[in-house]
């Protein structure tokens, strides 16, 4: 299945630009399962997307979108790691754009490393979700879920955003310098910058959907109240991309529900959009 269920001609590896990685793994998460069947479903939606995007006045699946085969990994999220890191140096090595779809959380850890060996310098990673996943070891695993950015800690610096949930133990990893609370962004008209004033140069994306309030998408793992809301996750993303090179983003954490498609056609649209800003605005 193609991201966008574009032509073949617009998926040709060699003339795509972004390559979109597929990545149905769930062996960590706690509460709800179902993250292993994201990726399916974002890409299903995607079908059904319209291919101009109106605020950039563009269609960026013509700068060629090509869709792996899912990377497919059953046991520990340690050789899931490896495996990941493997197949995102050698997109970056090709030149390529890569969008990972989880899954959980856990699969970043791999394009983190993967994306702080290739980018030597002034890389950074933001990361936009409910939980802190500052957790050394979780389930006697360092690579679980709830570990995700304490891994990331280790190869970049990260700015977090719109954390509501974190265990006590987690306070001693936090940065507070560089975590944005969501209680905080209420009352704070310049949040937006003041996050993107805090990264480097080239910047890494993860995005835990959970970020998003659960009235508009429900369709997670943990979906906690009080969330950030569409507008201003875009908002976000528009300044970031004005002021920094994204180099590459993953979406993570979609659970799906059967019933209602609105979340999955959500994260379908925030990928676009988001591909739209790095390729198609001056």
């Known amino acids: 299945m193609n991201y966008g269920g574009l032509e073949e001609k617009h998926t040709l590896y060699d003339h795509s630009a972004i390559v979109i990685i597929p990545i149905p793994y769930d062996d960590t998460s706690t509460w709800i399962k179902g993250a292993d069947k994201g990726p399916e479903a974002i890409l299903e939606a995607s079908e059904n997307m319209e291919l101009y995007d109106i605020e950039s006045d563009s269609e960026v699946y013509l700068k060629g979108i090509h869709t792996t085969l899912p990377l497919i990994h059953k046991g520990d999220p340690e050789n899931l790691a490896d495996k990941v890191e493997s197949k995102i140096t050698e997109l970056l090595t090709k030149k390529k754009f890569p969008v990972t779809l989880g899954g959980e959380h856990s699969v970043s850890i791999g394009a983190f490393r993967?994306?702080?060996?290739?980018?030597?310098?002034?890389?950074?990673?933001?990361?936009?979700?409910?939980?802190s996943d500052l957790r050394n070891t979780y389930e006697g695993s360092n690579c679980n879920h709830a570990c995700v950015m304490a891994r990331g800690k280790e190869v970049a610096a990260i700015t977090q955003v719109g954390i509501r949930s974190?265990?006590?133990?987690?306070?001693?990893?936090?940065?507070?310098?560089?975590?944005?609370?969501?209680?905080?962004?209420?009352?704070?008209?310049?949040?937006?910058?003041?996050?993107?004033?805090?990264?480097?140069?080239?910047?890494?994306?993860?995005?835990?959907?959970?970020?998003?309030?659960?009235?508009?998408?429900?369709?997670?793992?943990?979906?906690?109240?009080?969330?950030?809301?569409?507008?201003?996750?875009?908002?976000?993303?528009?300044?970031?991309?004005?002021?920094?090179?994204?180099?590459?983003?993953?979406?993570?954490?979609?659970?799906?529900?059967?019933?209602?498609?609105?979340?999955?056609?959500?994260?379908?649209?925030?990928?676009?959009?988001?591909?739209?800003?790095?390729?198609?605005?001056?």
């Open 114 to 131: 993967a994306f702080a060996k290739y980018f030597t310098h002034d890389f950074s990673i933001l990361q936009l979700d409910a939980h």
């Open 166 to 282: 974190m265990c006590v133990e987690e306070k001693e990893n936090i940065n507070p310098d560089r975590v944005f609370f969501m209680h905080q962004l209420r009352n704070n008209a310049n949040w937006k910058k003041m996050v993107s004033d805090q990264l480097t140069k080239k910047v890494y994306i993860t995005i835990d959907l959970d970020v998003f309030d659960p009235s508009i998408m429900p369709s997670t793992g943990t979906p906690e109240p009080d969330g950030l809301f569409y507008n201003e996750v875009m908002e976000l993303l528009q300044t970031v991309n004005c002021e920094h090179t994204i180099v590459g983003f993953d979406i993570v954490e979609l659970c799906p529900n059967k019933v209602n498609k609105a979340p999955d056609f959500l994260a379908a649209k925030l990928i676009y959009q988001l591909l739209s800003l790095k390729f198609c605005t001056p």
